[in-house]
Structures are given as structure tokens and as C-alpha cells.
């Protein structure tokens, strides 16, 4: 008895090796392309286009940036009715802002 490595039984007939690989590999570039079609209509659907949101709030923040930490002009009013002996406080107002607060 001569058994080859190289051979597949002769049970199988010598072209059913050759065709099974041919079919598992046009099965596997068929997969291959079904994935690929998923992803991309996936990526389309999934796209978000935020560049005008972006480019409004960036506009926002520079805006809000620009504007100054004090209003000079409120505090120059304060100080000159201060200092004149006009500015008087409400302190039913300052009972009900600390009451809030707590």
C-alpha cells in the first residue's frame, strides 16, 4: 500500500480539493464586500455635520470674551452715590436675597 501526502483519497475525486478551495474563497471575497457595503451605508447614516453649530458658539465665546470682567461704568455710578450720601439700601430686599441664598 502506497499512501502520498501530497493526494487527496481517490474517494474524492482529484478536482473537489481544488473546487471546495475556489468556493470557500469566492464566498469569503463576497463576505468580504457585503461588510464593506454595511460600513460605509453605515458611516453615511451616522454623519453629523457641526461645523455652523461650531462656528456659532466659537462667535459666542469670543464675543463673551471681549466683554470686560467689570462694568467700570456701574461701579463709577455706585461710588459717586456712595460717596454723596445717596445710595440707600432696601432691607427688606437684602432679608429676602439672604433668605433665598440659604
Not at 469569503?28 to 461588510?35: G, P, R
Not at 453605515?42 to 466659537?58: E, H, L, P, Y
Not at 461701579?75 to 427688606?92: E, I, M, N
Amino acid at each position: 500500500m502506497n499512501i502520498s501526502s501530497h493526494k487527496p483519497p481517490e474517494s474524492q475525486g482529484p478536482n473537489l480539493s481544488t473546487q471546495s478551495a475556489q468556493n470557500v474563497q469566492k464566498k469569503t471575497i463576497v463576505d468580504q464586500k457585503d461588510k464593506s457595503a454595511q460600513v460605509v451605508s453605515s458611516q453615511a447614516a451616522d454623519r453629523v455635520n457641526i461645523s455652523g453649530q461650531s462656528k456659532d458658539i466659537a462667535d459666542i465665546v469670543s464675543a463673551v470674551n471681549e466683554l470686560p470682567d467689570v462694568r467700570n461704568d456701574k461701579v463709577q455710578a455706585l461710588k459717586q452715590r456712595v460717596d454723596a450720601g445717596t445710595y440707600s439700601v432696601d432691607p427688606k430686599k437684602v432679608a429676602e436675597s439672604i433668605i433665598k441664598s440659604l
